[in-house]
């Protein structure tokens, strides 16, 4: 099963991925049905039965010290205003023991004997006290509570039942409740033939409850285990919730005899805090606060710690006190964790995924709130907030946990495409690397045979020949210059990449070394250069002292690719060079008369492998030069860039500092 999930978990395994994307349609719609379905078995249930308040008025006395006798308490309750009201009786976390009375009148005994059922069963101690009406008879004594010992109703049942016998005149009932956990008393009285059929539906209703409990936590439990993921481990602390659940219904006590009563008592106390405890962690896991907000993320599991520590005062009998200190940290806490959620939703727009993630545990806390309200008697109680609660716990741990392993599949998925798509970066950068080592060993290799076709083109100039021959001897001489420029870029590119561009400066006259670089304009038929320094043409080239310490090869490319540009992208004219002092450096501006550089292609001008053709225009070499020129420059401490850029031509502007003092030195 883990291998499964595990596969399932990377994305490797298509055909569990679509079950998982199933069972979530199914989880969402579990969580919609089941309340439904809930409520439509309990609604049958709530019609038959006499209800302590409801439907029978009671008078109430508080007993602050406990040390009230029955006989002493009578005369006050007898006397005391009636209490008729909807709902159980409640009075919060006291230490005060209560006295009821109240009649069951002959009426209820119309059709035989009643059975009377005590709730909740976490009540320490109840005393029932009856006899019958008008007759000053001798009171009957029994006792209920999770905290006494031996034998507790007469019919065996989750829940204290007594049997009430058939009498005529029904019969003056009085009750003594202590608790040390809340003071929560629900008393219905039953006809037996209508009770036996609820028994069956709510211990099948409570089967499959509890069915669903451990397959979520168990799955739960499992995917935490595989994942390892903070929020799936919240979700399985969660399932502490089903032991509280269980205690309140009385099944620990039922399935375990002897002890099972004082465990249920103290593991009401320790799993109501440690529920608490839980949905708070579960809250902030799922709505991401570690990541989007840390410092709330810090407080709310700061408190959530600290909930966890009261777990000590219950073998101190100071549980009262503890949910005192429980409500003053979890209030705020919970309002403080519902305000974040709707400031998040309200920011970040999330998805429909992630909206029920988030709203889950926050919906568990609204109403465990309400439900802290109700025992604390601040609000009236109502027993539907508790099935809420009770339904809510099993439709949030499958929304969680099915939305969580969803979210965690499509991360993992995004994680697999993200580190195939570095491999195949890795991939694509070795080969671009071999092949600029392949181009930079090619290029070397042609320098040898364009040298020797210079060399021996240079010796038929020497010879006499015609107009037509020397206009193939230019032709030649273009096409060698264009692939010995080819070459360098190439051998350039390749240094560059590598990282291994040394600079070798030494003095050079500028003027000659411009005067170089531009002999591939000489061999164009349709343009010319000029060149100008400090503004007036320079006619006598030998003549002009400017002097810079640059690397004179690597220099001659850059402008070389420059000049050559100036040529390709216009059809004729002038190209212009300006050379000029700039603050301790040089200057050079190379000005053409093509069409300019489209607007769009602007940002790749000086990329590598990138040019700005027209579309109508063929490509004309690799897109090296630029790139190759201003690494160049900037080797050299200077720049190059586009100083102007117009449909009647560009201006290329280099500047680069002199370093007299490196040549001196």
């Not at 006798?69 to 005060?96: C, H, M, W």
């Not at 919240?234 to 089903?242: G, K, L, N, P």
């Not at 560059?496 to 003095?507: N, P, Q, S, Y």
């Not at 040089?586 to 069409?595: N, P, Q």
Request: glycine residues 8%; proline residues 4%.
């Amino acid at each position: 099963m883990c291998e499964t999930l595990q596969l399932i978990s990377e994305g490797r395994c298509p055909e569990f991925a679509m079950s998982l994307r199933v069972c979530v349609v199914k989880a969402i719609v579990i969580a919609f049905l089941l309340p439904a379905l809930w409520l439509l078995c309990a609604l049958p249930i709530q019609a038959a039965p006499l209800q302590l308040g409801s439907d029978l008025p009671y008078t109430v006395h508080e007993d602050v010290s406990g040390e009230l006798t029955r006989d002493e308490v009578l005369p006050i309750l007898q006397a005391g205003p009636e209490v008729n009201r909807l709902g159980a009786f409640s009075k919060g976390y006291t230490r005060s023991a209560y006295w009821l009375r109240f009649e069951l009148p002959a009426t209820a005994f119309v059709t035989g004997e009643r059975w009377m059922q005590v709730r909740p069963n976490f009540l320490d101690d109840v005393r029932i006290f009856y006899r019958p009406l008008s007759s000053g008879g001798v009171w009957q004594e029994r006792r209920a509570g999770d905290t006494q010992r031996g034998v507790i109703g007469d019919v065996d049942d989750r829940f204290a039942l007594f049997v009430m016998p058939t009498s005529e005149t029904g019969y003056e009932v009085l009750l003594r409740v202590v608790s040390s956990s809340a003071m929560l008393l629900q008393l219905v009285v039953w006809v037996p033939t209508e009770f036996t059929p609820q028994a069956m539906r709510a211990t099948g209703l409570w089967s499959a409850y509890f069915g669903l409990a451990a397959l979520s936590s168990l799955m739960a439990l499992a995917l935490a285990i595989v994942l390892k993921k903070r929020l799936l481990w919240s979700v399985t602390a969660m399932s502490v919730s089903y032991g509280l659940v269980a205690c309140i219904q009385g099944y620990v006590a039922w399935i375990v005899p002897g002890i099972g009563r004082l465990l249920q008592h103290y593991l009401t106390g320790g799993l109501t805090l440690l529920s608490y405890a839980a949905v708070l962690w579960m809250a902030v896991e799922a709505l991401g606060l570690r990541r989007r907000l840390p410092w709330v993320y810090r407080l709310v599991l700061g408190s959530s710690g600290l909930i966890v520590l009261l777990l000590s005062s219950i073998p101190l009998g100071l549980y009262g006190e503890a949910v005192g200190v429980l409500a003053v940290l979890y209030l705020p806490t919970g309002f403080l964790c519902i305000g974040i959620g709707l400031y998040l939703w309200l920011r970040d727009r999330p998805s429909f995924a992630d909206l029920l993630l988030g709203a889950s545990p926050l919906f568990c806390i609204a109403v465990s709130l309400f439900g802290l309200f109700s025992v604390f008697g601040w609000v009236p109680f109502r027993e539907g907030i508790y099935v809420v609660w009770q339904i809510a716990l099993v439709v949030n741990m499958l929304l969680v946990t099915a939305i969580a392993v969803f979210q965690v599949r499509d991360r993992r998925l995004q994680e697999v495409e993200k580190t195939q798509l570095a491999r195949e970066l890795r991939v694509e950068r070795e080969a671009r690397f071999h092949q600029r080592q392949f181009m930079g060993m090619v290029a070397h290799e042609f320098r040898t045979p364009l040298a020797v076709i210079s060399a021996s083109l240079e010796n038929l100039r020497l010879l006499p020949a015609s107009c037509d021959q020397a206009r193939r001897y230019n032709r030649i001489g273009r096409a060698s210059e264009r692939l010995v420029q080819l070459t360098d870029n190439c051998l350039a590119d390749a240094r560059l990449d590598a990282g291994e561009l040394l600079i070798v400066r030494k003095m050079t006259c500028l003027v000659e070394l411009l005067a170089s670089a531009a002999s591939l304009v000489r061999l164009s038929d349709h343009h010319c250069w000029k060149l100008m320094m400090e503004g007036e043409v320079v006619s006598d080239v030998p003549a002009i002292n400017a002097m810079a310490n640059v690397d004179p090869a690597l220099m001659r490319i850059a402008l070389s690719n420059v000049i050559d540009n100036a040529v390709k992208y216009s059809s004729g004219g002038t190209i212009l060079i300006e050379l000029a002092r700039a603050d301790d450096g040089w200057s050079i501006a190379v000005t053409d008369s093509g069409k300019g550089v489209d607007e769009s292609l602007m940002g790749i001008i000086f990329e590598r492998y990138r040019q700005a053709n027209d579309l109508d225009q063929p490509e004309q070499g690799v897109g090296l030069g630029l790139y190759v020129s201003r690494q160049i420059l900037r080797a050299h401490s200077g720049d190059l860039r586009l100083a102007r850029n117009t449909t009647s031509g560009c201006r290329f502007a280099f500047t680069f500092p002199d370093h007299r003092e490196d040549c001196s030195a």
